[in-house]
């Protein structure tokens, strides 16, 4: 996922690029209104956090800018302007969220994660090869074999498919399935890929769940890999 920081003051932007990256995302950071501009035009972005006091135009003028293209990433405006008209101006101009100046970190994390899981498509099935995941139905079968897993099973399958061929960290994993902070010490994803495996890949000769190591988890084909897939 990758995210625009459109914040001119320095020391914000740094520990929102900073926060954002540790939380596994891809940060650009904009100083003023016309590089975010430049920015959302040379690149696709999945999100984009928006000062509304910039030095060069409104945030508000290039709220409405974004929103005359053809793609429209979700937009979560960060401003010190608290008062009611304004956040309800900056709804109404098409932004998804409002969070006012000074907030905790923690809550606006939390809010990128909502507008991005409100912003991806949720296709009812997943193909990956023979392994197939039934989103509404909450079934998985490989090479005709119906497997059963249990919740947490089933929704890390399910996020690991969503993302296939990309690199996910435990962090990244922890936050998205269980919905809280990674505090560097639980061994929880560990203990449930080896669940997984145990029913998805151990009884097939092509391996799908493969450890990347320093990072995570990625769920591929051996075949769409250049190196020899980890045990």
Not at 137 to 152: E, Q, S, T, W
Not at 181 to 207: C, F
């Amino acid at each position: 996922m990758r995210i625009l920081v459109v914040e001119d003051e320095k020391r914000i932007a740094d520990f929102l690029g900073r926060g954002l990256e540790s939380a596994g995302y891809s940060v650009d950071i904009a100083p003023d209104g016309q590089s975010a501009l430049d920015m959302v035009h040379a690149a696709d972005y999945d999100l984009i956090t928006l000062d509304m006091m910039l030095p060069d135009m409104d945030g508000l003028k290039v709220l409405e800018k974004i929103r005359n293209r053809k793609t429209n990433p979700p937009v979560l405006i960060l401003s010190a302007r608290g008062a009611v008209e304004d956040r309800v101006k900056g709804l109404e101009l098409g932004a998804d969220d409002y969070l006012t100046k000074p907030f905790a970190f923690v809550e606006l994390l939390a809010r990128v994660r909502v507008l991005l899981r409100r912003g991806q498509p949720t296709p009812e099935k997943l193909t990956v090869g023979d392994l197939s995941l039934d989103c509404i139905r909450r079934k998985v079968v490989r090479a005709g074999d119906n497997i059963d897993l249990a919740p947490k099973e089933f929704s890390i399958l399910e996020y690991l498919m969503r993302n296939k061929g990309r690199p996910l960290s435990r962090t990244m994993i922890v936050e998205h399935v269980w919905d809280m902070d990674y505090d560097g010490l639980t061994n929880i994803v560990d203990v449930y890929i080896r669940h997984l495996r145990s029913k998805v890949d151990d009884q097939y000769p092509a391996k799908m769940i493969h450890t990347v190591r320093g990072v995570g988890y990625m769920l591929e084909l051996p075949e769409m890999r250049n190196d020899k897939p980890n045990p």
